[in-house]
């Protein structure tokens, strides 16, 4: 089983930058290095429970180095492995390199999936599609997995005002955020 770690620099990284490759050595056991002008692809075959996240962080703040990360699942097949990691790496150029300084599978999918025509949202929402409130409700809503109680406590509503502003919501777009394909839908829209 492989995994990878994508250590990417907002400009361009020495070829071989020792500072990266040894403080990631002390949490994995580096199997291969792939060098590239802004980035550095660590292979790796073991498990460990190191917050990827965290150390990436944590040397942005100590070398005032504008970074990024991209820490993959593992792998039985190398050649599919190779073929994710073109993809994702395909996939980060399209990202904006100051939203997300961590990279996962789960993030990667969604900003793909967020490539859409931006006149869908104004049709499709229609006086919603400029209403900054009921987009925060929303996504609020659908991000605390369609809890109502943890979605009104987070937006600092009683529960029932959440409850008022998703029916006017369904009755001004015909979505109802409590079905899956419609919450989906939507989601993609306001993401």
Do not use: C
Not at 45 to 62: G, Q, R
Not at 158 to 183: C, P, S, V, W, Y
């Amino acid at each position: 089983m492989q995994r990878y770690v994508i250590i990417e620099s907002k400009q361009d990284m020495p070829v071989d930058d020792q500072t990266v490759l040894s403080l990631f050595s002390e949490f994995i056991t580096i199997d291969r290095v792939v060098s590239a002008s802004r980035m550095l692809i660590l292979y790796f075959s073991h498990e460990t429970d190191v917050s990827f996240s965290d150390v990436i962080l944590n040397m942005m703040a100590d070398t005032y180095a504008d970074l990024r990360i991209y820490v993959s699942h593992a792998f039985d097949d190398e050649h599919f492995m190779e073929e994710h990691r073109l993809f994702v790496t395909k996939l980060m150029e399209t990202i904006d390199f100051q939203k997300h300084p961590s990279l996962d599978d789960r993030i990667i999918l969604k900003e793909a999936l967020a490539r859409h025509d931006t006149r869908a949202s104004r049709f499709m929402l229609r006086k919603y599609a400029k209403d900054a409130q009921m987009k925060d409700t929303v996504i609020t809503y659908l991000e605390s997995d369609m809890n109502t109680t943890v979605a009104a406590r987070k937006l600092y509503v009683h529960r029932n005002t959440l409850i008022q502003r998703l029916d006017k919501f369904k009755e001004t777009t015909g979505f109802d955020m409590k079905t899956f394909i419609d919450a989906y839908l939507v989601y993609q829209l306001l993401s």
